[in-house]
């Protein structure tokens, strides 16, 4: 009787503890599984994106990151079309043109001239020719030519060209190792674009 008391007096003392064990044990496994990226279901790598800033460019510069210079949205079309001209031509196996300051200031003159008049003309409002313009800004060129248009976006433009033999023949002629762009864009306009592009081959 007194063993049997004893017993009985032992469990109720223990049953807490064996309740106890048993929770611990029935959770220890589920921490391990949500724990573990590789038990249960497939472990995803985390994902580093890169930081884009779209601020100011003084903020780039307080960075430390050298800021790239803001252009004009003219001066991105005629970045724009250079590009485009020089891709052609490498796809074709010639070597890119190089910008000239001098005759982008002869093409940007003559088209200014041209969009304010409302039309384009290898011949300036005074009779002058793409030589003439050219000369004028000091450029010393063994040959020049230009192209003219109006009326199309950048990428129509460059169609046309292509599409013109007497264009395309300038635009991919190995003769012409130097450029200059201009561009007017006028959304009041009817034609909305004005493009010269003046190719020449430099005296030295």
Known sequence: MHFTTLSRTTSRRLLPAL???TVITLIT???TFADSPHQ???HVPSMDFEAVNYGSSAASSESGAAAAPVLTAEAQMTADMFDRINSIRIS???APFTRNALLDQAAQAHVDE???RGWLS???VNGSTYYQRVAATGYDAVKVNECIGWGYNLDRMINFWMNSRVHRNMLLSSTYTEVGIGYVGN???TWGHWWVVDVALPSQ
């Open 92 to 94: 074709y196996g010639l």
């Open 122 to 124: 290898h011949y300036g």
């Open 19 to 21: 309740v106890l064990l």
């Open 40 to 42: 249960g279901s497939p």
């Open 29 to 31: 496994p589920l921490r």
């Open 187 to 189: 959304p009041n306009n």
């Open 114 to 116: 041209g969009a304010a």
